[in-house]
């Protein structure tokens, strides 16, 4: 007997991924204000805060839909210690890549499984991303050709597209770079008996 799943995320992306592997699931975004919630947390660790974020993310719809189960997730991008956001603009992207070029850089995939606002499950994935040295042509040229879509993601690069040709190196599974732990979800929606397996 399956379960109904909410995704706390508007995140087209993530719902897409989800559908095509046969969840049925409700979008529903969450209501809080997550750098708010990153500044009251700025001790916490790139992959405890992106847990926090996942968590209450999931909370929040929770217990707007206290008997569904509801998947919430975050991504966090580190750089030598450093959290970076998702750039603002075309020129702020370029920046991004500019100080990404030549080094290694750490995504962290948080999510979290809720249901009336109690946590069932969570789990964060790591991924570390190295980027080929980048020459400053080459960055423009590429931003002229994928436009301003680029600034929905955190590296401004996305390696499901042509942003895989920025990389030297990969490690980490696919859907844990493009911001959600696939496999371990399926695994353990499996092992609540809220999907079929």
């Not at 075309?90 to 750490?106: D, Q």
């Not at 680029?150 to 040709?165: D, V």
Request: glycine share 6%; hydrophobic share 40%; charged share 25%.
């Amino acid at each position: 007997m399956t379960q109904k799943l909410i995704l706390a995320s508007l995140s087209p992306f993530r719902a897409r991924l989800m559908r095509h592997a046969g969840l049925m699931v409700k979008v529903e975004g969450a209501r809080i204000d997550e750098r708010y919630i990153e500044n009251k947390s700025c001790s916490l660790s790139a992959e405890e805060l992106a847990l926090k974020l996942a968590e209450e993310k999931s909370r929040e719809v929770s217990l707007r839909f206290p008997h569904a189960i509801v998947i919430g997730c975050d991504q966090i991008l580190e750089l030598e210690g450093e959290i970076l956001h998702k750039p603002v603009d075309m020129e702020a992207a370029y920046r991004r890549l500019v100080t990404l070029s030549g080094k290694t850089h750490h995504l962290r995939s948080a999510v979290a499984l809720f249901k009336n606002g109690d946590c069932l499950w969570n789990h964060v994935a790591q991924a570390n991303m190295t980027v080929r040295p980048l020459d400053p042509q080459y960055i423009s040229d590429y931003f002229s050709r994928v436009g301003p879509d680029i600034l929905t993601s955190l590296g401004a690069y996305k390696i499901e597209r042509e942003g895989i040709q920025i990389f030297e190196k990969i490690e980490g599974d696919y859907f844990s770079i493009v911001g959600l732990p696939l496999l371990p979800l399926l695994a353990e929606l499996r092992e609540l008996g809220a999907i079929n397996g």
